[in-house]
Nanobody, 121 residues
Framework: QVQLVESGGGLVQPGGSLRLSCAAS????????VGWYRQAPGKQRELVAT???????NYADSVKGRFTISRDVAKNTVYLQMNSLKPEDTAVYYC???????????????WGQGTQVTVSS
């Protein structure tokens, strides 16, 4: 079982940047794909970015060009660099370890506790 801990959220003004971290325990994490999700109040959880074990990435249209997902295998950590933040990016952000098959990300059972991102002036 992989355990995940997110960090790095906070309050930022529109146009600002944040970097979220997802630290994992368990060596199996390095061979799994990872997805960053977000959930705003009253909305369904949305997949915003994925990265495979070999570093291939994919993004939701809403964040493409602004967010960058990356992973540090040595640190067993995945990052989400968020630039040009907008108020609509406000949400709780979660990471998940799962599988990517045929272009579809299949979420695994391990979720972190989430980290709040608030974009407001």
């Amino acid at each position: 079982q992989v355990q995940l801990v997110e960090s790095g959220g906070g309050l930022v003004q529109p146009g600002g940047s944040l970097r979220l971290s997802c630290a994992a325990s368990g060596s199996i994490f390095s061979i799994l794909a990872v997805g960053w999700y977000r959930q705003a109040p009253g909305k369904q959880r949305e997949l915003v970015a994925t990265i495979t074990s070999i570093g291939s990435t994919n993004y939701a249209d809403s964040v493409k060009g602004r967010f960058t997902i990356s992973r540090d295998v040595a640190k067993n950590t995945v990052y989400l660099q968020m630039n040009s933040l907008k108020p609509e990016d406000t949400a709780v952000y979660y990471c998940n370890s799962g599988l990517l098959r045929g272009g579809t990300y299949y979420a695994g059972g391990s979720w972190g506790q989430g980290t709040q991102v608030t974009v407001s002036s």
